[in-house]
């Protein structure tokens, strides 16, 4: 079953602008992840944030960590029409199994 | 190698037969995971295999059948479906204990 929601469902930009996605979670969870699913395809990681962290960058990607509103937010710097996808959080808690968001598909416009 | 592979990449079925989608990663990971995914939805976990052991069936029909036959290999056998288990079927692949999971590309599957 779903565990993240995520807003908004749907965001478009122009390239060179920053795009914010935010996911909250209901239960507690050992870390949340960031994955990226171009069309139709399989999903790719972008980073993990531990539980106990509050943020990490990774290149052009910032993420936060508030598990007091158990959320989080991902932040995509100077966007480019490559980044163009839907973006996915992932929150694990049980052993092994890994429930993702709804997901939001970003349309980066050139 | 930092791949997982599926195959096939499509697959049309109808309601009667039997069908395999294969998975398989050279990884050494001990954890390997089916998902499923609707068109603008997220994946949903069906399976998860740790050490080769179902560890995880997320109360996924009968007419999907997980299989694992050894550390590289993971098979989902098909057999009796119906048109609304059309879907992209996703494999993935970790280290586990929530960790980073490793995806391939999916089998796009339809039931006719």
């Known amino acids: 079953s779903q565990q993240g929601e995520e807003d908004p469902q749907a965001l478009s930009i122009q390239e060179g602008e920053n795009a914010t996605m935010n996911c909250s979670y209901k239960t507690s969870i050992n870390n949340l992840q960031w994955y990226r699913q171009n069309s139709g395809r399989g999903l790719v990681h972008l980073i993990l944030?531990?539980?106990?962290?509050r943020e990490k960058h990774s290149g052009r990607l910032r993420v936060t960590l508030d598990t007091s509103k158990k959320s989080s937010s991902l932040l995509i710097t100077a966007s480019r029409a490559a980044d163009t996808a839907s973006y996915f959080c992932a929150t694990g808690y049980e052993f092994d199994d890994m429930r993702f968001g709804a997901g939001t598909r970003l349309t980066v416009k050139p | 190698d930092t791949e997982v592979t599926q195959t096939p990449k499509h697959l049309v079925m109808g309601m009667t037969n039997k069908k395999s989608l294969k998975c398989e990663q050279h990884m050494g990971h001990r954890a390997m995971y089916w998902y499923k995914q609707k068109a603008k939805k997220p994946p949903e976990l069906m399976f998860v295999y740790s050490y080769e052991k179902l560890s995880i069936n997320e109360s996924v029909p009968s007419r999907f059948s997980p299989e694992c036959p050894n550390s590289s290999l993971l098979n989902l056998h098909l057999h009796a479906l119906q048109p609304e288990d059309s879907a992209l079927y996703l494999c993935?692949?970790?280290?586990?204990?929530?960790?980073?999971?490793?995806f391939g590309p999916g089998t796009r599957l339809t039931v006719l």
């Open positions: 944030i531990r539980s106990n962290e």
């Open positions: 993935a692949s970790g280290s586990g204990e929530r960790g980073t999971q490793y």
